[in-house]
C-alpha cells in the first residue's frame, strides 16, 4: 500500500498495526456501524442506544432514541422535593422489573421512604428493589461515592439517588461507572442548580400540573424542544411515605 506524506511516497505494510482495513466495497457498512456506537455524536442527530421506554407516549416522542437510556447517567431537577418526579419514572420502573432476569433496582439513601403498596400499586415487582443506606463517616458523606459503585457494579438495571451540589468531575464519574456496569443511572437534584455543569446525558426539568407534570429537556442530544405535558392515569400516581 502507498501511503502519500506531503509530497513524499512512503510504502507501509500496515498488516503490523492490526487488522486491516475492511474491503472497499463492505466500509460504508463499517462506517455505519462506528456510527451508531452510543459514544458518537452528530450534529443535529444522536446516535442510536438502546433505551427502556418511559411509559409516556408524548415523553417517548421527545426524549432522544424513544426512552430513558438504558446505560448511563440522567438528571431529574424538580422545582421541589415531591412534584411527581418519582411518578415520571414508575412506568419504566415497573417494566423493567417484570423482565424476565431483571437485575436489580436501587434506591441510594432516599430522602423519603419508599411506601411499597403504592409502589406495588403501580406493577413494580418488589423483590427487585434494593434500598441502600449510605451513612456518613466522620462529616464526608457516603452517598455518592455508594451510588458510583452501585452503578458500575453490573447488578442493576436502574440506580436512583439525590445529591445536594455534586462537583462536576463526580457527576463524570457517576456517568462513566453507569456506562461500565450498563445501568440507568437517575440523580435527582434541585431545580436550583440547572446552571451548573454536567456530564449527564440527559437532564429533565419538572414542575407540577393538575393532574400531572410538566417536562423541559434542559439538555439533549436529540430531544425535544419546549416542554411537554404529561397526565398522570386514573389511578393515580404513586407516592412516598415520610
Known amino acids: 500500500m502507498r501511503v502519500f506524506c506531503s509530497s513524499f511516497p512512503v510504502s507501509a505494510d500496515l498488516s503490523e498495526y492490526g487488522e486491516a482495513l475492511p474491503p472497499r466495497e463492505d466500509r460504508p457498512q463499517e462506517l455505519a456501524r462506528l456510527l451508531a456506537h452510543p459514544a458518537i455524536w452528530r450534529a443535529g442527530r444522536a446516535a442510536r442506544m438502546p433505551v427502556w421506554p418511559s411509559g409516556f407516549p408524548a415523553l417517548d416522542k421527545g426524549l432522544p432514541g424513544g426512552g430513558w437510556p438504558q446505560a448511563g447517567l440522567i438528571e431529574v431537577l424538580p422545582s421541589r422535593l415531591g412534584v411527581g418526579e418519582l411518578s415520571l419514572l414508575m412506568p419504566a420502573l415497573a417494566a423493567v422489573t417484570r423482565r424476565p432476569g431483571a437485575r436489580w433496582c436501587a434506591w441510594v439513601a432516599p430522602v423519603l421512604q419508599p411506601f411499597a403498596p403504592a409502589l406495588e400499586a403501580c406493577g413494580v415487582v418488589l423483590d427487585r428493589l434494593l434500598i441502600v443506606q449510605a451513612h456518613r463517616s466522620g462529616v464526608r ?40 456496569g450498563s445501568t ?19 437532564r429533565v426539568a419538572v414542575e407540577p400540573l393538575e393532574g ?11 430531544g425535544a424542544r419546549g416542554p411537554i405535558e404529561l397526565k398522570w392515569a386514573a389511578q393515580g400516581k404513586c407516592v412516598e411515605q415520610a
Open 141 to 180: 458523606p457516603l452517598s455518592l461515592w455508594a451510588f458510583e459503585q452501585t452503578l458500575g457494579c453490573g447488578a442493576c438495571d436502574i440506580a436512583f439517588a439525590w445529591a445536594r451540589e455534586p462537583r462536576p468531575r463526580q457527576i463524570r464519574r457517576l456517568h462513566l461507572a453507569a456506562q461500565r
Open 184 to 202: 440507568l443511572g437517575v440523580l435527582f437534584r434541585s431545580r436550583r442548580e440547572a446552571g451548573e455543569a454536567s456530564q449527564a446525558l440527559l
Open 212 to 222: 400531572g407534570v410538566r417536562v423541559t429537556l434542559l439538555k439533549s442530544r436529540g
